[in-house]
């Protein structure tokens, strides 16, 4: 038979009580904060940059905004003091430097990555032993009428079941909350869409204006 569930009758109230729990453990959430804020920076950056080598150095535009490299391939083909072969290197060169940055900050996120759920972890099972210590100490209080009442595999999901979906709410589903709600403020904040725009073509005109869309230039 299906276990009838409680919902909690103010659920601010009850998300405060939970989180009371973690007071004791708040350095650790302040050092989970921080590994995710810089773990979601590398995250959005790699993307980035990846880009830029596109732009800056594989096909290079007049548009390209290349914040990560000092010479650009635009730069380096503009310096007449440098022969083809000079141009040809410097341009590996870059990609190179850029490529060793990449590395360096997919390295960085993993490890920051695994220092979040490590610290998540930690301060999760300590708040969760709590947790069940006082679960353990309220189920000796409660009187014999209860216990008449309900049956025990209902007393001894609270302790089981219930902390099982707590464990994987603080280890798994916060965690990938609070992560994917960063990346979109990063987003939103380092990709301003003013900057980002469609590739143009000159019109008959002389001025730019944007590429139709596939279906537009297929019928067209």
């Known amino acids: ?10 659920v601010f109230s009850t998300l405060a009580r939970f989180g009371s729990y973690f007071r004791p453990y708040w350095f650790a959430m302040v050092l989970v904060l921080v590994f995710m804020v810089a773990s979601t920076w590398t995250q ?19 548009t390209s905004v290349c914040s990560f490299t000092s010479r650009d391939a635009k730069a380096i083909d503009a310096d007449t003091k440098l022969t083809d072969t000079q ?3 410097e341009k590996i060169a870059g990609i190179l430097s850029m490529a060793e940055v990449l590395v360096v900050l997919m390295i960085a996120g993993a490890v920051l990555g695994g220092a979040t ?7 999760g099972q300590h708040a969760l032993r709590n947790i069940r210590v006082d679960v353990f100490k309220h189920v000796h209080e409660l009187s ?8 025990a595999g209902d007393i001894m999901s609270r302790f089981t079941n219930d902390s099982d979906t707590i464990q994987q709410v603080v ?26 725009r469609l590739p143009q073509e000159p019109s008959g005109n002389g001025q730019c ?12």
């Open 144 to 151: 014999l009428r209860y216990y008449s009442e309900n049956e």
């Open 209 to 220: 204006q944007r590429r139709p869309a596939r279906k537009d230039r297929w019928r067209a």
């Open 171 to 196: 280890q798994f589903g916060l965690n990938a909350v609070l992560s994917g709600g960063l990346v979109i403020v990063c987003h939103d904040v380092l990709f301003d869409p003013g900057t980002h």
């Open 1 to 10: 038979m299906d276990r009838e569930t409680t919902k909690p009758k103010n």
């Open 87 to 89: 141009k040809r290197d």
């Open 117 to 123: 759920a490590y610290s998540m972890t930690w301060a």
């Open 44 to 62: 959005v950056t790699i993307p980035e940059i990846t880009g830029q080598v596109v732009d800056c150095f594989l096909f290079p535009q007049p």
